[in-house]
T-cell receptor, first 110, second 114 residues
Framework: GQQVMQIPQYQHVQEGEDFTTYCNSS?????IQWYKQRPGGHPVFLIQ?????EVKKQKRLTFQFGEAKKNSSLHITATQTTDVGTYFC??????????FGEGTQLTVNP | KAGVTQTPRYLIKTRGQQVTLSCSPI?????VSWYQQTPGQGLQFLFE???????NKGNFPGRFSGRQFSNSRSEMNVSTLELGDSALYLC?????????????FGPGTRLTVL
């Protein structure tokens, strides 16, 4: 089945530093979604990317979908303690189910 | 609009028992997916139901089964529980359709197998 690799697995940053997590697939994706799970909580949808080369921004968060639609990234500028949590990408291949990456656990030191 | 609800929230069982978990999706959502979440394993897809039919299935043994009712509520059942089945079981609902839309997750059921 489809596999989605997400790196890094863990990231520790000082408040104010930037953070990036990457998601890679060996196959072309129909779309990719990003979720955030706070400690003790459940995943919450952040965004969906569909088009090749698409870039979307939400305040300090920037999401990119690769030109080949095989990779994606989430970048957070000037992290805050409220950004703490695990960020998951979820990818859908052609006609297949949604596959989640293993997540990147972000901790932010104040 | 009420969110996705899951019952029970916590469950303790012993090996060999069976368990049934319930998920009520957001009103109007016809797709319900189930995931198993364990530390270090991320979210593992179990199955997806759409309009009472299983549309997709993950790579879990036959001990894991599910169903969906006409009101879109879904249940999953795990028979002959094993220690390794201890996990957070999440369900997620969405409108459905050909492509996966935004998934709305419930709070999960924390299953502990002793």
């Amino acid at each position: 089945g489809q596999q989605v690799m997400q790196i890094p697995q863990y990231q520790h940053v000082q408040e104010g530093e930037d953070f990036t997590t990457y998601c890679n697939s060996s196959t072309t994706l129909s779309n990719i979604q990003w979720y955030k799970q706070r400690p003790g909580g459940h995943p919450v949808f952040l965004i969906q990317l569909v088009k090749s080369g698409e870039v979307k921004k939400q305040k300090r968060l920037t999401f990119q979908f690769g030109e080949a639609k095989k990779n994606s990234s989430l970048h957070i500028t000037a992290t805050q303690t409220t950004d703490v949590g695990t960020y998951f990408c979820a990818a859908q291949g052609s006609g297949s189910r949604l596959t989640f990456g293993e997540g990147t656990q972000l901790t932010v030191n104040p | 609009k009420a969110g996705v609800t899951q019952t029970p929230r916590y469950l303790i069982k012993t090996r060999g028992q069976q368990v049934t978990l319930s998920c009520s999706p957001i009103s109007g959502h016809r797709s319900v997916s189930w995931y198993q979440q364990t530390p270090g394993q991320g979210l593992q897809f179990l199955f997806e139901y759409f309009s009472e039919t299983q549309r997709n299935k993950g790579n879990f043994p036959g001990r894991f089964s599910g169903r969906q009712f006409s009101n879109s509520r879904s249940e999953m059942n795990v028979s002959t529980l094993e220690l390794g089945d201890s996990a957070l079981y999440l369900c997620a609902s969405s409108f459905g359709g050909q492509s996966y839309n935004e998934q709305f997750f419930g709070p999960g059921t924390r299953l502990t197998v002793l």
